[in-house]
């Protein structure tokens, strides 16, 4: 069974840095993309970052040229650094990615791509 397991959520002022981790049991080369998504309270869950197997990075508006996203595949693990983060970027993210049987993969920004989804990693920014 696969799964994925997310750390290095925190607390941080704005202005500040956080690095995000999604440790997947199994190869990650095998997968097509992998994904982060967010949900803050009351709102729902949103795109935030996708890493193709193909055709590279993509963003969200909202984090483009803060956030980078980079899988190592050594380490079976895809990362998200976070820079200048603002209190807007405060929610739970998660680590997604497809199964083999999804037609669908790979979608951005729906989240009807992705089937595994990590237990989520909080992140609070104060202002």
């Known amino acids: 069974e696969v799964q994925l397991v997310e750390s290095g959520g925190g607390s941080v002022q704005a202005g500040g840095s956080l690095r995000l981790s999604c440790r997947v049991s199994?190869?990650?080369?095998?997968?097509?993309?992998m994904a982060w998504f967010r949900q803050a309270p009351g709102k729902q869950r949103e795109a935030v970052a996708r890493?193709?197997?193909?055709?590279?990075?993509t963003y969200a508006d909202s984090v483009s040229g803060r956030f980078t996203i980079s899988k190592d595949s050594s380490r079976n693990t895809l990362t998200l650094q976070m820079n200048n983060l603002k209190p807007e970027d405060s929610a739970v993210y998660y680590c997604?990615?497809?199964?083999?049987?999804?037609?669908?993969?790979?979608?951005?920004?729906?989240?009807?791509?992705?089937?595994?989804w990590g237990q989520g990693t909080q992140v609070t920014v104060s202002s």
């Open positions: 997604a990615a497809p199964t083999p049987y999804n037609i669908r993969a790979c979608s951005f920004p729906e989240e009807y791509g992705y089937d595994l």
């Open positions: 199994g190869s990650t080369n095998r997968r097509l993309c």
């Open positions: 890493f193709g197997r193909g055709d590279g990075t």
